[in-house]
């Protein structure tokens, strides 16, 4: 079935851990996007990446880091995580650039202890 | 700075029609876009607007003033199951998505 897949679907995580939040897409798209959503706030973009081998910052992205050696796959990268990135975590992808649809993926939950 | 507002709650009843008000301020504008989130879920593409004016979709129509900085998203013969969040996001000169906090929408039979 072509669409977005996140794992985990949901964590719990001790502070000062590092963890990898994974992102595939299948549907061939160019740009890969994440982002988080907390209560009260808009979707925040973390970090995107407009096609292969590129990536690019987003509006909230200390603490977190990217990579896209491939179209399907895009990793978001906790270095360290603290309690303020707890939050539920959205992978998304567009055909070509932002102004086309994002398809989302069903999300991360992610709770920093 | 940027900025997106949509009301927090709106309450209907089913079979009425309601209107979701969204107005934006961002640096540049290259269109609008609306979409659903059922609680627990991914957001949905509805609707992208970059011209002004109506455009309708079944149920959903959504509109942009762009001289106004407004758009609003309308359904009609509401069903239970479009008690959703709907969110506003606007394109900037830069093509980044800015996002509204959401309009959590609650259907009543």
């Known amino acids: 079935i072509a669409g977005i897949t996140q794992a985990p679907t949901s964590q719990i995580l001790a502070a000062g851990r590092r963890m990898t939040l994974r992102c595939t897409q299948d549907?061939?798209?160019?740009?890969m996007y994440w982002y988080r959503q907390d209560l009260g706030l808009g979707l925040r973009l973390i970090h995107y990446s407009n096609t292969a081998g590129t990536t690019g910052k987003g509006e909230v992205p200390d603490g977190y880091s990217v990579s896209r050696a491939n179209t399907d796959d895009f990793p978001l990268t906790l270095a360290s995580a603290v309690p303020s990135q707890t939050s539920v975590y959205f992978c998304?992808?567009?055909?070509?650039?932002?102004?086309?649809?994002?398809?989302f993926g069903p999300g991360t939950r992610l709770t920093v202890l | 700075g940027q900025n997106i507002d949509q009301p927090t709650e709106m309450t209907a009843t089913e079979g009425a029609i309601v209107q979701i008000n969204c107005t934006y301020q961002?640096?540049?504008?290259?269109?609008l876009f609306w979409y659903q989130q059922h609680a627990g879920e991914a957001p949905t593409f509805l609707s992208y607007n970059v011209l002004d004016g109506l455009e309708e979709k079944g149920r959903f129509s959504s509109f942009l003033s762009r001289s106004k900085g407004y758009s609003y998203l309308l359904l009609k013969e509401l069903q239970m199951k479009d008690s959703a969040s709907y969110l506003c996001a606007a394109l900037d000169s830069n093509y980044q998505l800015i996002w509204g906090a959401g309009t959590k929408l609650i259907i009543k039979p």
């Open positions: 961002t640096s540049g504008f290259n269109g």
């Open positions: 998304a992808s567009s055909s070509g650039g932002p102004e086309d649809t994002q398809y």
């Open positions: 549907m061939r798209h160019n740009a």
